[in-house]
């Protein structure tokens, strides 16, 4: 999944703004919950950790190329980074710190397992397989690469935005089929 289709994922799930929001009347916080900014920042690492670096690199060196680089091209620390920003494992360790150590950061922090999820079943073993269960095992799915399928690209994107109006609209729908019934108790 491209990091910019996490970074919305993470945000609609994994802020009190997002969809969980919606279990809580007048959690309407907006672009100030800072949860927002934790969920997209918590999405996006595993990404930016190690492909986001091998990017800046490439265009601060002058040897950027649009479109994916070949395999033999990319140094080793940008596997090694992907490795562990991309287990469960390792997600799952960090998670058992943060709910002892910054309980309030639990939420946000889902959005790291669910970037993992989400990238299991659109990498294949060509490019990027997702090490869900790296140090312990080097198993991986082997999926449809999103690069290669644009309809998997329409399709999670579609998602997204069923989300988002979902999140912006059922607080209205919702609001409106209370009021006759608190009218008819005045
Ligand atoms: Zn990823």
């Given at each position: 999944?491209?990091?910019?289709?996490?970074?919305?994922?993470?945000?609609?799930?994994?802020?009190?703004?997002?969809?969980?929001?919606?279990?809580?009347?007048?959690?309407?916080?907006?672009?100030?919950?800072?949860?927002?900014?934790?969920?997209l920042a918590f999405g996006t690492l595993p990404d930016l950790t190690s492909f986001g670096?091998?990017?800046?690199?490439?265009?601060?060196?002058?040897?950027?190329?649009?479109?994916?680089?070949?395999?033999?091209?990319?140094?080793?620390?940008?596997?090694?980074?992907?490795?562990?920003?991309?287990?469960?494992?390792?997600?799952?360790?960090?998670?058992?710190?943060?709910?002892?150590?910054?309980?309030?950061?639990?939420?946000?922090?889902?959005?790291?397992?669910?970037?993992?999820?989400?990238?299991?079943?659109?990498?294949?073993?060509?490019?990027?397989?997702?090490?869900?269960?790296?140090?312990?095992?080097?198993?991986?799915?082997?999926?449809?690469?999103?690069?290669?399928?644009?309809?998997?690209?329409?399709?999670?994107?579609?998602?997204?935005?069923?989300?988002?109006?979902?999140?912006?609209?059922?607080?209205?729908?919702?609001?409106?089929?209370?009021?006759?019934?608190?009218?008819?108790?005045?």
């Open positions: 999944m491209d990091t910019f289709a996490h970074g919305a994922i993470s945000m609609l799930a994994a802020s009190r703004s997002g969809l969980p929001g919606l279990k809580h009347d007048g959690c309407r916080s907006g672009w100030k919950d800072w949860t927002l900014w934790a969920a670096v091998y990017f800046v690199q490439r265009i601060v060196s002058g040897n950027f190329t649009p479109g994916k680089p070949d395999l033999t091209e990319i140094p080793q620390y940008v596997f090694t980074a992907y490795d562990v920003s991309h287990s469960l494992v390792v997600a799952a360790a960090a998670g058992i710190l943060i709910g002892i150590f910054v309980r309030c950061c639990l939420l946000p922090y889902l959005a790291w397992p669910l970037h993992i999820l989400c990238d299991i079943p659109t990498h294949s073993a060509d490019f990027f397989a997702t090490p869900v269960f790296w140090p312990v095992s080097q198993w991986h799915f082997d999926g449809w690469a999103f690069s290669a399928y644009p309809l998997l690209i329409v399709g999670y994107w579609g998602a997204v935005v069923l989300l988002f109006a979902w999140r912006m609209l059922y607080p209205k729908v919702r609001e409106r089929a209370r009021r006759p019934r608190e009218d008819a108790h005045e």
